[in-house]
């Protein structure tokens, strides 16, 4: 069975401060690892993957993420937060023999001015 | 260019009934997920298909659900003999193929059952 962790339901930061939002899985394979983002009243936006290679992974908007495969974990984080990257953030895994994809509860990250 | 488009957008169904909600994923795109979204949760895995062929369902609550994608395209997820407790938001999400590829989801469809 594969999982996802996100520890935090929020995230609250200061515009122009890095920030990081934690997730961690557990998959029987090799994962691939997903980030979206859920803005209010859109739907659900892929963000960035880690599918193999660079452990460092970038994506859009600027939001990067560093897979640890000792730590089993897929962070996601940004140097310099903007406000309008409040949002709810989720965390995907997918056995890479598989086509199921496991979703964390997501993780509200609010920037403050 | 079009995305994924999902309807009726909202559905309020007495206990008892059938619906069916409607899923028009992005052209070309082989695979097609459903997924059940709970208030406050992430959404939670119901089926995928590629192309026509339904490849996993281990996710779908019971045999009241079904789904179907008869000729690859667009995808039907029927609901039978609704329970309050299938109310939540149901997502479908389509991607090139399977694996690695990024989901692109609709806006979702709403299920309220009274």
């Known amino acids: 069975a594969q999982s996802v962790a996100q520890p935090e339901d929020q995230v609250n930061v200061a515009e122009g401060n890095p920030l990081t939002v934690k997730c961690t899985y557990s998959?029987?394979?090799?994962?691939?690892l997903f980030w979206y983002v859920q803005y209010p009243n859109r739907g659900l936006q892929f963000l960035l993957k880690?599918?193999?290679?660079?452990?460092l992974v970038k994506g859009s908007y600027g939001f990067e993420a560093e897979f640890n495969k000792s730590q089993t974990s897929f962070h996601l984080k940004k140097p310099s937060a903007l406000v309008s990257d409040s949002a709810l953030y989720f965390c995907?895994?997918?056995?890479?023999?598989?086509?199921?994809?496991?979703f964390g509860d997501g993780t509200t990250l609010t920037v403050k001015p | 260019g079009a995305g994924v488009s999902q309807s009726p957008r909202y559905k309020v169904a007495k206990r008892g009934q059938d619906v069916a909600l409607r899923c028009d994923p992005i052209?070309?795109?082989?695979?097609l997920f459903w997924y059940q979204q709970a208030l406050g949760q992430g959404p939670e895995f119901l089926t995928y298909f590629q192309n026509e062929a339904q490849l996993d369902k281990s996710g779908l609550p019971s045999d009241r659900f079904f789904a179907e994608r008869p000729e690859g395209s667009v995808s039907t997820l029927k609901i039978q003999r609704t329970q309050q407790e299938d109310s939540a938001v149901y997502l479908c999400a389509s991607s090139l193929q399977g694996g690695g590829y990024e989901q692109y989801f609709g806006p979702g469809t709403r299920l309220t059952v009274t």
């Open positions: 880690y599918i193999t290679g660079d452990n």
């Open positions: 052209s070309g795109h082989v695979s």
């Open positions: 995907a895994v997918r056995d890479s023999r598989g086509g199921k994809s496991t």
């Open positions: 998959v029987s394979g090799n994962p691939y």
